[in-house]
């Protein structure tokens, strides 16, 4: 059974440039989590995902962010007009519809803006 | 401020020695979960507790839970080289499903 695929692992925007990531959670996982890790910080919830359905979206950035998770194919994270300060590691995370909790995480995206 | 802080920011430790870490939270939890991120790296899982338990066990880890003082501890025993790492413990924050993290725990054992 896969783990949670998230690509690209690196992605480099140059400022004002679109940054679009995915995230492939576990196979029967229907809940996806995205967080942002900052450079020597813990990782800070961003949005909450059920099929077709934004369920908190409580820590997005009210400008610029949006996330989706479709029926068929990866939820993706979408940031426009990316600036310095969104470079960071962008996590995905997946559970089972019953136990929200039980996270399993990918291996992450670097962005970095230049 | 944030739900979960740890302490201490850094530890530096020999092989063999035990490493403890501990985390304080501020609100009323359904459980405590423990992360390692190894430099560069994705998340992984090592241990839940919950609200009604005290006391786990998983290998050489032990971590403890007291929820009168809103604080757990993660001791690592007989430490080695691959265990350097950060480690985070993240709460759920109000029994919302998103998990509340701390800032972490960066632990090295010199060999």
């Known amino acids: 059974n896969a783990g949670v695929m998230q690509n690209p692992r690196h992605l480099v925007r140059r400022r004002g440039q679109e940054a679009r990531l995915r995230c492939s959670p576990m196979?029967?996982?229907?809940?996806v989590y995205w967080y942002r890790q900052l450079p020597e910080e813990g990782l800070k919830f961003m949005v909450y995902?059920?099929?077709?359905?934004?369920?908190?979206e409580s820590g997005m950035p009210k400008e610029r962010f949006s996330a989706e998770f479709p029926k068929e194919g990866p939820s993706i994270l979408r940031i426009q007009q990316v600036v310095r300060g969104d470079s960071a590691a962008y996590f995905c995370?997946?559970?089972?519809?019953?136990?929200?909790?039980?996270?399993?995480f990918g291996p992450g995206t670097r962005l970095t803006v230049t | 401020s944030q739900q979960g802080e740890e302490d201490p920011q850094a530890l530096s430790i020999q092989e063999g020695e035990n490493a403890t870490m501990n985390c304080s939270y501020k609100?009323?939890?359904?459980?405590l979960q423990w992360y390692r991120q190894n430099s560069g790296r994705g998340l992984v899982h090592l241990i839940l507790?919950?609200?009604?338990?005290r006391e786990k066990h998983s290998g050489r880890l032990r971590v403890t839970l007291d929820t009168s003082k809103k604080s757990s501890s993660l001791l690592i025993t007989a430490s080695r080289a691959a265990d350097t790492a950060s480690y985070f413990c993240?709460?759920?924050?109000?029994?919302?499903?998103?998990?509340?993290f701390g800032q972490g725990t960066r632990l090295t054992i010199n060999p």
């Open positions: 995370a997946s559970s089972p519809p019953s136990v929200s909790y039980e996270q399993y």
């Open positions: 196979k029967g996982h229907s809940h």
């Open positions: 995902l059920q099929k077709e359905n934004i369920i908190d």
């Open positions: 609100t009323s939890i359904n459980n």
């Open positions: 507790i919950r609200s009604n338990e």
């Open positions: 993240a709460t759920d924050f109000q029994g919302a499903q998103k998990l509340v």
